[in-house]
């Protein structure tokens, strides 16, 4: 009896060695697969002269079409940051980068804010990404909430201002940006919601673009409601805040502008079509 039991004895503390070493295996290979996703780091010093076709963001969406049996449209039309309004180079800025000039890609600051958040909502709610991570992002990773993600996308980001600089991030940016269901860039969504060139917008236009790139499927540029107001008001306070936007840019512009807005608003991305691209 005391022989089962002491062979017993030494069976399981066999298995559990077992368990053990099978368990830091893994761990081991899951460190190492880890490892080699935030180490691997795209070439984006092709990005200096050349426009990319499509971007990651762009197949992530189209996937998530063709998966739900429906085929989302590319539109997109390319534009030099000459050829883009200023107004709506500064209304983006101070929506979604306000120390973008300031940076090496990442805001510090806002990162640990966001992270103060998540550790009180127990979720990952905030992301305090800077225009760089979120052209990072877009170009080469997806919209994950993944902290290993994240990482990688602080890497690009480095890497995209070590080797293009703040006009050509920019430039990038403002071209891939999405801006409603299948609709991408500065020009595509001007025509789309105005009916005019990305150079022609106004600033009370550039500031009903930027209010919705966080959420451009949920919101419209010309469709008004209480939220959208306060967001546009509030970009555009901003603005003449930062010196981008001339005292007499007054609300009663933005309010005659969100009336004429409202009443032409057109349907954008719900057909399909080819990509247009310039």
């Known amino acids: 009896m005391q022989t089962d039991l002491i062979s017993e004895f030494f069976s399981y503390r066999l298995l559990r060695g077992r368990e053990l070493a099978w368990l830091a295996w893994l761990f081991g290979v899951l460190l190492l697969v880890s490892a080699l ?38 539109v997109i039309v390319w534009k030099g940051l000459d050829e ?5 180079r500064h209304a983006v800025l101070v929506a979604e980068d306000g120390g973008f000039y300031r940076h090496k890609g990442i805001d510090w600051e806002s ?31 997806s919209p994950s909430k993944n902290p290993l993600r994240k990482v990688k996308e602080m890497l690009i980001a480095r ?16 071209n891939v940006a999405e801006w409603g269901r299948g609709l991408y860039g500065a020009e595509a ?3 789309a919601y105005f009916g005019k060139s990305a150079a022609e917008l106004t600033p009370e236009e550039a500031a009903a673009l930027a209010a919705v790139l966080p959420s451009p499927r949920r919101y419209s540029p010309v469709r008004g409601t209480r939220f959208m107001e306060r967001q546009k008001s509030r970009i555009v306070s901003r603005m003449r805040a930062s010196g981008y936007l001339p005292e007499e840019a007054s609300e009663e512009a933005i309010e005659a502008f969100t009336e004429i807005a409202a009443s032409t608003a057109p349907q954008v991305g719900l057909s399909s079509g080819p990509a247009i691209t310039q």
Do not use: C
């Open 159 to 174: 890497r995209l201002e070590d080797q293009l600089g703040k006009r050509r991030i920019l430039e990038l940016y403002l």
């Open 189 to 191: 969504a001007a025509r």
């Open 84 to 88: 883009i309004s200023g107004h709506l």
């Open 37 to 74: 996703y935030v180490v691997w780091l795209p070439d984006v010093s092709e990005l200096k002269k050349k426009n990319p076709k499509v971007t990651s963001f762009m197949l992530l969406k189209e996937r998530q079409a063709r998966a739900q049996g429906k085929k989302l449209p590319r």
């Open 111 to 141: 990162t640990r804010k966001a992270l103060e958040t998540d550790w009180k909502e127990k979720r990952f709610a905030k992301g305090g990404s800077t225009i760089t991570q979120q052209l990072a992002r877009n170009l080469y990773l």
